[in-house]
Structure formats: C-alpha cells, structure tokens
C-alpha cells in the first residue's frame, strides 16, 4: 500500500497558502521595486510651473488673428483623452516599452479625477484657459504630490507600469530635460493645431 510522504501533502499545502497569502498583500500593501521609486523621485522633481506655463502659452495664447482657445474639461473623454491616447502611445513606443501605454491611460484617468475632485480642477471646468497661471499651478502642484499613491492605489490596475525593466526606462526618459522643454510644448502646439482646426 502506498502512502503519501509528509513533503508530497504539505508542499501543495504551503504553496496554496503562500498564494493567498501573496495576492492578500498584494491587495493590502502595494510595495513596488526600489527602480520604480526611483520613478517617483524624478517625476516629483518636475518643474511644473514650466508645464503649466507650456500649456498656457501653446494652447491657451491665440496666435496673431486667431481667437483664444476654449479648452473645457467636459470634453475630456471626447477631446483630450484620444488626444492623450496617440501621445502615450508614441512615447511608450519611443521609451521601448509599448506595453505599458494602457496602463499609463489607466493611471491618467485616475490622475484627471484627482485633478478634478481633490486639486481644485473643478473651479475652471468650463474653461480651464480662463484660469490664470496660480489657479493651473496649484493644480499641478497637488498632482505632483499626490500622483504617487495614486498610482500605488491602482497598483493592480497599472502593474506593467512597476516591472524592473519599465520602471528603468521611465526614469531613463522622465528624467530627461526635453520632456518638459520640448516635448510638452510641442505637444501642446499639436493639440492647439487641432482643436482649432476643429472649431474653425
């Protein structure tokens, strides 16, 4: 008669239960790869009185016989989220990570609803050109510090995002100066260009 050994019985037992154990945690207390907070150092870093600046000269100044840009929040899922989705898109590719792009259109919806319901974003929904440059900063501020446990919030949700390799070329890429000097603004003119082709 054959009789299971003592490590054929338990092993499957402790498996199973280090599983749970690990997705429980998982579920509980997000902690991500020492790289992925090097993520967070340099995105925390950002001048973003240069962002919300870019954004207010390139698409909220009218160009010389043109009118002022109405840019209204309303329109985000319409307008500025397809928009986003093309950017994303091409600069994951650009980064050498594609995979990553839906997770980070995952992480700007949440951040656009911190913007909305905790920075004060709200206040100028109708038209955020009509803000002035303290009202936007504010904005950008509070999204700078609180981007973070947003993005540990909805972990799940956005795990490519903290692979060791993608959190490698996210500092790789955020932490280069072109990002704010000439690839938000040309962003910017981009999405100026077309909304205005749009409206016109």
Do not use: K
């Amino acid at each position: 008669m054959h009789f299971p050994t003592l490590t054929s019985t338990i092993t499957p037992l402790l498996l199973s239960t280090t599983a749970t154990a690990l997705n429980f945690n998982l579920r509980q207390t997000f902690i991500p790869l020492p790289a992925c907070l090097n993520v967070r150092t340099v995105l925390e870093a950002t001048d973003t009185s240069a962002v919300v600046t870019s954004l207010l000269t390139e698409i909220c100044s009218a160009p010389e016989n043109a009118q002022p840009l109405p840019v209204d929040l309303i329109s985000y899922n319409s307008l500025i989220r397809p928009f986003l989705e093309g950017v994303v898109t091409t600069e994951a590719a650009n980064m050498g990570a594609p995979q990553i792009a839906p997770s980070y259109l995952v992480l700007i919806d949440a951040l656009f609803d911190l913007a909305r319901t905790r920075c004060g974003l709200a206040a100028v929904e109708g038209d955020v050109c009509a803000a002035d440059q303290v009202q936007l900063q504010d904005v950008g501020d509070c999204i700078r510090r609180n981007g973070w446990q947003v993005a540990i919030t909805n972990a799940l949700r956005i795990l490519p995002l903290f692979s060791l390799d993608a959190c490698n070329r996210q500092v790789d890429f955020f932490g280069r100066e072109e990002v704010v000097d000439v690839l938000v603004p040309q962003y910017a003119r981009q999405f100026a260009a077309e909304r205005r082709a749009v409206i016109s």
